[in-house]
């Protein structure tokens, strides 16, 4: 289970489900160029507060489960993800750039949704719209785990 960032003035529990399409769908993902893709991973997250917390190659598209922090928009994120991971991937694989003539590793596209932890759109309205009564505070508090 993903934990709180602390940082000087504020706390945060952002988690985003990112899926990236590789260029013309092809599948690149041999056992080494899989190993590869996770490294680049472990070297995003040292350099940007971006965590993987899991990555699900699925032949001609990418699965990303990250957690990062509001100074990170989404956009941001992935254009960071997209672009070094395509970089190192041609570097250390040249063989793939064969794969994926044009030069470019990602469609221009990606899916991008939040994950809650603690709770979904309707908790969160049916919380909003009881504030001020007190029974209602009361009997959800827990459920919501805000502060």
């Given at each position: ?54 990555i699900g190659l699925d032949g001609d598209h990418v ?75 009361e009997i959800h508090k827990n459920e919501l785990r805000?502060?």
């Open positions: 289970m993903s934990e709180h960032i602390h940082k000087r003035h504020n706390k945060s529990l952002l988690l985003y489900h990112f899926v990236c399409p590789i260029k013309y769908r092809r599948n690149v993902h041999d056992e080494s160029v899989s190993a590869t893709f996770k490294q680049i991973c472990l070297g995003i997250e040292e350099r940007y507060d971006i965590h993987f917390l899991e699965h990303f489960l990250i957690q990062s922090v509001p100074s990170n928009a989404p956009k941001k994120i992935i254009g960071a993800i997209k672009s070094i991971r395509a970089k190192e991937i041609f570097r250390l694989h040249p063989e793939v750039k064969k794969s994926l003539w044009g030069g470019k590793f990602w469609t221009s596209g990606y899916y991008v949704n939040t994950v809650g932890q603690y709770a979904n759109e309707d908790v969160i309205k049916k919380y909003l719209q009881n504030q001020g009564k007190s029974k209602y505070k805000l502060f």
